[in-house]
């Protein structure tokens, strides 16, 4: 394979950093460009020889001037969906790590997608499972898909706990090590209502056709169900460096340093329902999927001003629901025509859950 040059977009986050890592064991892979809000490149760029960087500013610039063969977006929020957009129309083949700017900008980004003919690879792992599973088969003969969730740190607290937990307990995640917003999303399951809208949009699913499991180990990622009544599940330890891998090297599948699975020890797999009268934002999430326009954009919106101000300390755990769900009550949800409407979308959201919290 000729050597493909990636865009890296949030390289100073967690997915960031883990991306590094898997581009530096592969010889077919290089950098080109990297991007962060406001931490300094140089030392990343100097290590991998990247000329192209930029610190905060349109990313589409960056990837206007370094023409990757690849774009990995890694940045958090939607100030990921520009970039997102930009792959997409270009038919730049996209590794999606950012998974706000699918769902906010959902019903753009596939029109984009199909305008631009590019690939459009899962980075979360829940979805590279998906699409994994669902290789070389026909879209009739699936019945539906399985999206795991660990359950986060508060599986087991009651409602009552769940009024009194720390910013440090939230972010103390029992399967995966991730950046502070999407740990806290996934506390709340928020994450897992981002993931349900994600997949609706990669893999043209209705949502009465993608289901959510709680399975605390998170060894299992997915499962694919078809008509006949077999289902495919894809497994591994949780660690984002396979799926990064696979995003960045597809269709090849690199190898990389994670272990395989060992069941010498023994393994037992474990299910349950989610409970949406604890963690409501999984609710909320699928409600606002299902509503469609830009609802799904303002669910994010106010999610992502609801977590900041939770790590500020400013509000406890159980009001970023609240918000969230004040914030959708209030929103017309019209679709957006273009990024300048849905923009509009997303900072009324913002605006709305921003007065709420003024009045905490
Ligand atoms: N971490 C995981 O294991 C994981 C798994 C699945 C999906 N994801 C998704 O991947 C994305 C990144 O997650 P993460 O955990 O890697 O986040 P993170 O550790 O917080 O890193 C975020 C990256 O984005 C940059 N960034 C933040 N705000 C920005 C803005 N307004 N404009 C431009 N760049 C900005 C940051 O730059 P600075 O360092 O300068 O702030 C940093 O490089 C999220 O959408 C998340 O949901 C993450």
């Known amino acids: 394979m000729a050597e493909r040059r990636i865009a890296l977009l949030g390289a100073t986050g967690s997915i960031g950093r883990q991306a590094l890592e898997v581009i530096a064991a592969n010889p077919e892979l290089s950098v080109c460009a990297l ?4 931490q300094s490149l140089d030392a990343l760029a100097a ?10 500013g349109d990313l589409t610039d960056l990837l206007e001037a370094s023409q990757p063969d690849l774009v990995l977006n890694a940045v958090v929020g939607f100030a990921g969906v520009r970039a997102t957009l930009w792959a997409l129309e270009h038919g730049v083949a996209l590794a999606l790590a950012n998974k706000e700017s699918l769902v906010a900008a ?10 631009g003919g590019g690939l ?48 440090e307990e939230a972010l ?5 090590s991730m950046g502070p917003k999407i740990t806290v999303d996934s506390a709340t399951l928020a994450n897992k209502g981002l993931e349900l809208i994600e997949a609706h949009f990669l893999f043209d699913l209705a949502y009465e056709r993608i289901e ?18 077999a289902a495919l599940a894809h497994l591994g330890y949780p660690d984002m460096r ?15 340093a994670v272990r395989p699975l060992d069941f010498s020890a023994g393994m037992s797999l474990e299910f349950e329902p989610p409970d949406s009268e604890r963690f409501p934002l999984l609710r909320l999430a699928r409600n606002a999927g299902e509503r469609g326009g830009t609802y799904p954009c303002a669910f994010n919106a106010a999610n992502e001003v609801a977590v900041a101000a939770f790590l500020d300390g400013r509000i406890r755990f159980p009001e970023i629901a609240h918000l969230v769900e004040e914030a959708i009550d209030a929103v017309d949800g019209a679709s957006a025509r273009d990024l300048a409407e849905l923009v509009e979308a997303d900072e009324q959201a913002r605006h709305l859950t921003e007065r709420r919290l003024a009045a905490v």
Do not use: M, Y
């Open 242 to 256: 396979v799926p990064i891998s696979f995003a960045l090297s597809f269709p090849n599948r690199s190898a990389t």
């Open 47 to 56: 290590e991998h020889g990247v000329a192209d960087v930029q610190v905060g």
């Open 212 to 229: 959510v499991v709680v399975h605390p180990t998170s060894v299992v990622h997915a499962f694919v169900r078809f008509r006949d009544g």
């Open 106 to 115: 959902g019903d753009l980004a596939v029109a984009a997608w199909k305008r």
């Open 172 to 176: 103390a995640h029992p399967t995966w």
């Open 120 to 167: 459009l690879l899962p980075v979360d792992s829940e979805h590279s499972a998906v699409f994994q599973c669902l290789e070389g088969h026909a879209p009739e003969t699936v019945d539906s898909v399985v999206l795991t969730a660990s359950g986060g740190p508060f599986r087991n607290h009651s409602r009552a706990d769940l009024e009194s937990v720390t910013v």
């Open 35 to 38: 991007s962060s809000r406001s």
